[in-house]
C-alpha cells in the first residue's frame, strides 16, 4: 500500500516491526527482502511518488520533480561541485544511468586491511550480487541501442588500444531512448521502483510518500521509531505528523541526509565519525565537436565505459545529459551560445568519474539541513587535466574538429596539438566546472568502533535497533558506480537481520 500526501487529512500514528527512512538503491532493496520474509515493514520517502506514465522529456518538469533541490545541490569548496540526487520513490535508481558494476577486488582487499571488514570479500559478496543482478535485470547493453557517437568513440578507443566495455546496466530489452535522468518512460530501466517496491509493497510492506523523517526516537539507547513530517508536495511544507513506533530503525536516506538525520537526533556519534570521511567521485566534462552528425543523444545513456585507466583513478563515459543542460555549461551567452546549441546533433558530450584521494565532511545546518563540503586535492586536480586531456584525444580521433572544455580560461582546443594547452595553461582548480552524482563515507564500516560508525552488517555501535543502509557506510572510493554494490550490501544486512529476529525484532 503507497499513502501519498494528498492522502493524508489528518496527523497519524502507526506501528511496524521494522521502518526503513529512504526508498532508494539500500532501503527499497532491504525493504523487500524483510518484507518478502514476513517481517512489517513501513519505508518512508520525503519525495513523490510517480510512474513512467508521469515521465516526459522535459527538464522544466522532470528535474523539480524527480531531483532534490531540483537538481540544484552543492557540495561547497573551491571548485564548487554539482551535485544531483534523487527526491522520489525509488531515489537515485530512478533518474541515474543504470549502470551496474560490481566493487573491484582490490578495494574488497583494501577494507580488509584497514578497516577489518574481513568477512565481506568477494566470495561473501557473490551470492548477493547474483541475487540483485537477478532481480534488476542486470545485462550488457545491446548493440542495436547505441547510437552513432558511441560507436565512433568505440572505435577511437580501438585505434589507440584503450580497453572500452559494453556497459552493464540495469535494463530489460533497452531501446536506447536516452531518456534516463528523467525516469524511464518505459520501465525498460530496472530501478528500484519497478523491481523492490513492487515486491516489498506486494509483501505487504507500507509506504509513506510526501514524508520527511524529523527525528529518530530513542529510548535511552536504543531506537525505538521516527516523528515525521506529511508534506505538501507542491510547497514541501509540513501538513500534518506521522509518529511510527518500531522495533527496528533503517536509515537508507544517502549519505548526506543520512549523517544529517543522526546528528540531529543525537544518535550514533559516539566515535565522532558522523558526516566525516565524505567521499563522491568528483567528475569533469567535455564537448567535442563535429563536422559530421552524430546525434549522440539518438541511443543509450552511455552504453560504453573506457576501462583503460581505471587502475588511474580515471573512468570515462558518454553521457546522456539533456540540450538545455548542456547549454548552461557552454562557453559564452546570446548568440555565442546559440551558434553553439545549433550544433547539437554534432556534438558528443564525454565525463569523467575521478576516483577521491582526499576526504570532505557533511555537517547539519542549524536549520535541520545538511551541508557538504569537499576540496580536491592536488593528486585529483592532476587526474581532472589529465583526463581531459585524454578525453580530448578520444574525441579528436573519432573526428571531432574541436572540443569544448571545463576550464574558465581555456575554454576549448582546435586539434591534437592543442592538447598540451591543457597542462600549460596554468588551470586553477577554482576553474574547473566539477559535477557528480556518487557520495559515500559519512557513516562508514570499520571493525574498529573508534574509526567508524557502523559495523560490517551496518548496525550502529552506539545506538540499539539502529542501522545504516546506504552510499554511507561505503568506506573508501569505489572508482566505479555505486548501485549495485550498495543493493548487495542491503540485501546482505537484511539477511543478517532475519538470521537474528530475536535481537532485532524480539
Request: charged share 20%; proline share 4%; glycine share 10%.
Amino acid at each position: 500500500m503507497i499513502i501519498t500526501g494528498e492522502q493524508v487529512t489528518k496527523n497519524l500514528e502507526e506501528k511496524c516491526q521494522v521502518v526503513i527512512i529512504g526508498s532508494g538503491a539500500g532501503g527499497g532493496a532491504i525493504g523487500a527482502e524483510l518484507a518478502e520474509n514476513g517481517v512489517d515493514v513501513i519505508i518512508l520517502e520525503e519525495g513523490g511518488y510517480y510512474t513512467s506514465k508521469d515521465f516526459v522529456p522535459d527538464p522544466t518538469k522532470m528535474i523539480p520533480m524527480l531531483y532534490r533541490d531540483a537538481g540544484t545541490s552543492m557540495i561547497m569548496g573551491s571548485p564548487a561541485i554539482i551535485f544531483s540526487e534523487g527526491c522520489c520513490v525509488g531515489g537515485s535508481t530512478v533518474i541515474n544511468g543504470g549502470m551496474c558494476w560490481r566493487v573491484p577486488e582490490k578495494i574488497l582487499k583494501r577494507w580488509n586491511i584497514e578497516f577489518g571488514l574481513t568477512d565481506i570479500t568477494p566470495k561473501t559478496l557473490e551470492p548477493f550480487y547474483e541475487k540483485v543482478e537477478k532481480i534488476i535485470n542486470v545485462a550488457p547493453q545491446a548493440p542495436e541501442s547505441l547510437s552513432k557517437a558511441e560507436m565512433l568513440v568505440h572505435r577511437a578507443c580501438t585505434k589507440l588500444g584503450y580497453l572500452i566495455r559494453r556497459n552493464r546496466r540495469n535494463q530489460l530489452n533497452c531501446t536506447g531512448e536516452g531518456l534516463c535522468v528523467f525516469g524511464c518512460p518505459t520501465d525498460r530501466k530496472r530501478s528500484v521502483l519497478v523491481t523492490y517496491i513492487p515486491k516489498a509493497l506486494n509483501a505487504g510492506a507500507r509506504l509513506y510518500a510526501d514524508c520527511r523523517v524529523k527525528r529518530i526516537i530513542t529510548n535511552g539507547n536504543r531506537a525505538t521509531g521516527v516523528e515525521c513530517h506529511i508534506l505538501d508536495r507542491a510547497t514541501k511544507k509540513k501538513k500534518y505528523t506521522l509518529k511510527i513506533s518500531a522495533q527496528l530503525v533503517i536509515c537508507s536516506a544517502g549519505a548526506i541526509q543520512t549523517p544529517a538525520l543522526l546528528l540531529g537526533s543525537k544518535v550514533g556519534n559516539s566515535s565522532k565519525q558522523v558526516g566525516k570521511n565524505f567521499l563522491c567521485h568528483p567528475n569533469v566534462k567535455i564537448v567535442g565537436i563535429f563536422d559530421q552528425e552524430v546525434r549522440y543523444w539518438a541511443g543509450v545513456h552511455q552504453g560504453h565505459q573506457v576501462h583503460e585507466f581505471l587502475e588511474e583513478g580515471m573512468l570515462f563515459a558518454l553521457g546522456g545529459v539533456h540540450p538545455s543542460l548542456v547549454s548552461l555549461s557552454l562557453p559564452g551567452y546570446g548568440r555565442k551560445s546559440l551558434e553553439l546549441m545549433e550544433l547539437w546533433n554534432h556534438m558528443i558530450v564525454a565525463g569523467a568519474l575521478i576516483d577521491d584521494t582526499t576526504y570532505g565532511k557533511v555537517i547539519r545546518l542549524p536549520w535541520g539541513a545538511p551541508l557538504a563540503m569537499y576540496q580536491i586535492d592536488d593528486i585529483e586536480y592532476e587526474r581532472m587535466l589529465r583526463a581531459v586531456a585524454l578525453m580530448s584525444e578520444i574525441m579528436f580521433t573519432a573526428g571531432a574538429r574541436k572540443v569544448l572544455l571545463p576550464f574558465f580560461q581555456l575554454q576549448e582546443i582546435n586539434g591534437m596539438d592543442d592538447i598540451k594547452k591543457i597542462f600549460s595553461a596554468g588551470i586553477k582548480k577554482e576553474e574547473i566546472e566539477t559535477l557528480t552524482v556518487h557520495a559515500f563515507g559519512t557513516t562508514r564500516m570499520c571493525a574498529d568502533p573508534k574509526r567508524g560508525v557502523v559495523n560490517q552488517w551496518g548496525q550502529v555501535y552506539d545506538t540499539e535497533r539502529l542501522f545504516v543502509v546506504d552510499g554511507g557506510i561505503i568506506p573508501t572510493s569505489l572508482g566505479v558506480n555505486p548501485q549495485e554494490t550498495i543493493m548487495a550490501l542491503a540485501t546482505r544486512s537484511g539477511q543478517y537481520i532475519l538470521e537474528n529476529k530475536n535481537k532485532f525484532l524480539g
